[in-house]
Nanobody, 128 residues
Framework: QVQPVESGGGSVQAGGSLRLSCEASMYTFGSNCMGWFRQAPGKGREGVASYNSDGITNYADSVKGRFTISHDNIKNTLYLQMNTLKPEDTAVYYC??????????????????????WGQGTQVTVSS
């Protein structure tokens, strides 16, 4: 599946957990990446976590130790486990993937310009 499809968003109280899922196959040839981005009201889109075809993960400083990205090759699904959620995590979360032969995403995994396919987004709301 080329076009990512996100699910799993919702509302939760601070300190709670959510797991986002993204149905999208990862290319098995050529360096490529998949990632989670988010956009809060009035703010730009920011990278949250990424996973590349070498199995390397990257996290934004704001989510390190709280979020975990993983990919299931059998189910062709990318996950984002979000624990200890904070009100500032409130945003629309997007799943994105690059085309193959996009090794530039290895060095700059949170540069949205490297990602060609985007999902529609799923809302995450964290209340205090």
């Amino acid at each position: 599946q080329v076009q990512p499809v996100e699910s799993g968003g919702g509302s939760v109280q601070a300190g709670g957990s959510l797991r986002l899922s993204c149905e999208a196959s990862m290319y098995t040839f050529g360096s490529n990446c998949m990632g989670w981005f988010r956009q809060a009201p009035g703010k730009g889109r920011e990278g949250v976590a990424s996973y590349n075809s070498d199995g390397i993960t990257n996290y934004a400083d704001s989510v390190k130790g709280r979020f975990t990205i993983s990919h299931d090759n059998i189910k062709n699904t990318l996950y984002l486990q979000m624990n200890t959620l904070k009100p500032e995590d409130t945003a629309v979360y997007y799943c994105a993937k690059t085309l193959p032969w996009q090794r530039a995403c290895f060095a700059r995994p949170f540069d949205p310009s490297h990602y060609q396919h985007w999902g529609q987004g799923t809302q995450v709301t964290v209340s205090s």
